[in-house]
């Protein structure tokens, strides 16, 4: 079966460091990847979704990046964080666009 | 683009009691999905129901994709059960609405 993968679970960082948060899935070849964020408790907003490797279309011009150096890997990224990039950040996978949505456990960021 | 729009907002209810919450979309959609977020945060699948009507357990929903709403039932609420819950419709792109924040009382 299929699994998501997304670390760390919490972090906290100070304002102008970098960040790196991790996605892999396992189980699947190939799938479309997506990086949402959620600020408070509600509504999630898409930051990027990838339908191959090196392919990454960004919905919200910001602070971050995400990248898909494999096949299973997406990595959302920032050189200098900002007070407003904290929140919950999920990533989630599917096995095409008309397919069902699987989401990792999260990270929350929090940005000090 | 599209408007999903979910209500009500807040439900709070006691234990064993039912629920219906509502998802309505302003535009025709090639599927739909319900999710459960718990209070740790974790997005949970509850039902890729682009039309029709499924069941899983207390749990079931119905899409009229015509007329452009779904419906999540819950029967005898458990604890277990609070949280928020999403519908998110795929039109050109998927978009969620904004939630049902369901609290359960024991």
């Known amino acids: 079966s299929q699994t998501i993968h997304q670390w760390p679970a919490t972090l906290v960082q100070p304002v102008g460091s970098p960040l790196s948060l991790e996605c892999t899935v396992e189980g699947t070849s190939n799938p479309n990847l997506y990086w949402y964020r959620q600020a408070a408790g509600r509504g999630l907003q898409l930051l990027f979704y990838?339908?191959?490797?090196?392919?990454i279309s960004s919905e919200v011009p910001q602070n971050l990046s995400a990248s898909r150096p494999q096949d299973r890997q997406f990595i959302l990224s920032s050189k200098k964080l900002l007070l407003s990039d904290s929140g919950f950040y999920l990533c989630a996978w599917s096995a095409g666009a008309n397919s069902p949505l699987h989401f990792g456990n999260g990270t929350r960021l929090t940005v000090t | 683009g599209i408007q999903v729009e979910q209500s009500p907002p807040d439900l709070i209810l006691q234990e064993g009691a039912n629920s219906t919450l509502r998802c309505n979309f302003s535009?025709?959609?090639?599927?739909l999905q319900w999710f459960h977020q718990n209070p740790w945060g974790q997005l949970i699948n509850l039902f890729y129901?682009?039309?029709g009507t499924k069941q899983n357990g207390r749990l079931s929903a119905t899409t009229v994709a015509t007329e452009r709403y779904s419906l999540l039932y819950i029967s005898s609420s458990q604890t277990t059960d609070s949280g928020v819950y999403f519908c998110?419709?795929?039109?050109?792109?998927?978009?969620f609405g904004t939630g049902t924040r369901l609290t359960i009382i024991p």
């Open positions: 990838s339908v191959g490797i090196g392919q």
């Open positions: 129901i682009p039309s």
């Open positions: 998110a419709v795929l039109n050109e792109k998927l978009t």
């Open positions: 535009d025709s959609v090639n599927n």
